[in-house]
């Protein structure tokens, strides 16, 4: 079965530029994530979707940041207008459900804002 | 917020001896999981351990658990060098509604 599939794999925008990121979870995974990894630090979550409701977004800047997760399956991440201090690899990761159940990444996102 | 520390931040070692990684966390866990990170990948999953258990083996992989002080260990016997990689461990908190928490990780580094 294919994995998480994310894309880009890399981006490089200019400050105050828009940019969108896209990820494709595992069929019949229900539970989806975003999660930002700076460099030499783990990853830390943006957001949660259990089906097409996102049921936590409290870390998510929402100033700048939104997501959505249409129909429950496919999902974008979008950062308008993008700062300096956004760059990172965003990761994309799914799950059977928010149970008991080891998670999925994509190969994530690699977003320079210059 | 990030919820576990791993322990070292960075291990160098030869081929064939064995790697200890070590973790903590701060609040009580339905489970632990490690996962492994590749230079420019996603991160794959290690081994699960629910915090019933006290000690979980997977082929060269052997975690613990110790509830009473919040801390866990990954052991990985026998380093290959495509054991290379960057190690985190992630918990699943009692709290409802969270998802997985990461800590920093520990890059492990296996020379031939």
């Known amino acids: 079965e294919a994995g998480v599939v994310q894309s880009p794999r890399y981006k490089i925008i200019e400050k105050k530029q828009p940019v969108a990121f896209w990820c494709n979870p595992i069929?019949?995974?229900?539970?989806l994530y975003w999660y930002r990894q700076n460099l030499g630090q783990g990853p830390e979550l943006l957001i949660r979707?259990?089906?097409?409701?996102?049921?936590?977004d409290s870390q998510l800047p929402k100033d700048r940041f939104s997501a959505e997760r249409l129909k429950g399956v496919d999902s974008t991440l979008k950062i308008q207008p993008a700062e300096l201090g956004d760059s990172a690899v965003y990761l994309c990761?799914?799950?059977?459900?928010?149970?008991?159940?080891?998670?999925?990444f994509g190969s994530g996102t690699r977003l320079t804002v210059v | 917020s990030q919820q576990g520390e791993e322990d070292p931040q960075a291990l160098s070692i030869q081929e064939g001896e064995n790697a200890t990684m070590n973790c903590s966390y701060k609040t009580s866990i339905n489970n632990l999981q490690w996962y492994r990170q590749n230079s420019g990948r996603g991160l794959v999953h290690l081994i699960l351990i629910r915090s019933n258990e006290r000690e979980k083996h997977s082929g060269r992989l052997r975690v613990t658990l110790d509830t009473s002080k919040k801390s866990s260990s990954l052991l990985i016997t026998a380093s290959r060098a495509a054991d290379t990689a960057s190690y985190f461990c992630a918990t699943d908190a009692k709290q409802a509604g969270t998802a997985l928490i990461f800590g920093k990780g520990t890059t492990l580094s296996v020379s031939s």
């Open positions: 979707y259990e089906n097409e409701e996102a049921v936590d």
């Open positions: 990761a799914s799950s059977l459900d928010r149970g008991v159940r080891p998670y999925t």
């Open positions: 069929s019949g995974h229900n539970t």
